[in-house]
Antibody, heavy 123, light 107 residues
């Protein structure tokens, strides 16, 4: 059974940092590209970042480029999102999502999602 | 960025009804369109990929179609467990973008 378990969310002040993790199990982790997708009541679902199965390619939404870093440790089946210079508009539930394929691209579809972790940026 | 416009934003329907949700892309995305269902407090769940392919394990009452830049999710014989919010998502270009969602409520 595929399982994705996010952790690391919480309350952080504007300008602060937070690191999210996603522990994966039940599938060959290195064979799947992975993404972070966030959701806010006001803006709906927003794709944030993606990483290929090997970790050699990364992709970011313009809204987080230069502030967030996606990474993975295939030996530990773990996906991470380092979030720096956080802003109020980064407040959201963050989901890690498994891609059907090894590479992120036109055939990307998210066939499994974690339960989400809430990040609140507020003073 | 490719804009995905869903309509309607909400609808009321009864068990057994046929429901149609539309998603329009701001430019051609070929067939790179996925549909998800989300229930309150839960993560989205993949229903349809590549515009019309049914994800494994999803009931056959869900179907998808396309016409140019217009995509449709149809639910036939609506069941109680189908009351949820539905989102489309394009994967033709980065950034991936989602529609604003369609909430299907009980009439």
């Amino acid at each position: 059974e595929v399982q994705l378990l996010e952790s690391g969310g919480g309350l952080v002040q504007p300008g602060g940092s937070l690191r999210l993790s996603c522990a994966a199990s039940g599938f060959t982790f290195s064979s799947s590209a992975m993404s972070w997708v966030r959701q806010t009541p006001g803006k709906g679902l927003e794709w944030v970042a993606a990483i290929s199965g090997s970790g050699g390619s990364t992709y970011y939404a313009d809204s987080v480029k230069g502030r967030f870093t996606i990474s993975r440790d295939n030996s530990k089946n773990t996906l991470s999102l380092q979030m720096n210079s956080l802003r109020a508009e980064d407040t959201a539930v963050y989901y890690c999502a498994k891609d059907r394929g090894r590479n992120f691209g036109v055939v990307t579809r998210f066939d499994y999602w974690g339960q989400g972790t809430l990040v609140t940026v507020s003073s | 960025d490719i804009q995905m416009t869903q309509s309607p934003s909400s609808l009321s329907a009864s068990v057994g009804d046929r429901v149609t949700i539309t998603c329009r892309a701001s430019q051609s995305i070929s067939s790179y369109l996925n549909w998800y269902q989300q229930k309150p407090g839960k993560a989205p769940n993949l229903l349809i990929y590549a515009a019309s392919s049914l994800q494994s394990g999803v009931p056959s009452r869900f179907s998808g179609s396309e016409s140019g830049t217009d995509f449709t999710l149809t639910i036939t014989n609506l069941q109680p467990e189908d009351f949820a919010t539905y989102y489309c998502q394009q994967s033709y270009n980065t950034p991936l973008t989602f529609g604003g969602g369609t909430k299907v409520e009980i009439k």
